[in-house]
Nanobody, 113 residues
């Protein structure tokens, strides 16, 4: 089992920055990927970014060039720059392998003036 706890959400003005963190604990040796998803009110959860155990990263087109995913051991980060109102959502940390999938409880990001 793997437990994931997100932090770092909050209210930010358009054009601002935030850094989300996700602390993983438990059987983290089994994880082959970690990533971020988000869900805005009334919308489906969407994938944002992914990082593999080998360090390969990938991003949704909507955040490419603005968001950066990184990992330091059991900590996963999402640096979000040039935030837009459309980035407002609950952000969820995700981790797993080919046979497992784990989720955090989410952290709210609100971009508004």
């Amino acid at each position: 089992q793997v437990q994931l706890v997100e932090s770092g959400g909050g209210l930010v003005q358009p054009g601002g920055s935030l850094r989300l963190s996700c602390a993983a604990s438990g059987s983290i040796f089994s994880i082959t990927y970690m990533g971020w998803y988000r869900q805005a009110p009334g919308k489906q959860r969407e994938w944002v970014a992914l990082i593999t155990s080998g360090g390969t990263t990938n991003y949704a087109d909507s955040v490419k060039g603005r968001f950066t995913i990184s990992r330091d051991g059991a900590l996963l980060y999402l640096q979000m720059n040039s935030l837009e109102p459309e980035d407002t959502a609950a952000y969820y940390c995700n981790a797993g392998s080919i046979a497992t999938d784990y989720w955090g409880q989410g952290t709210q990001v609100t971009v508004s003036s």
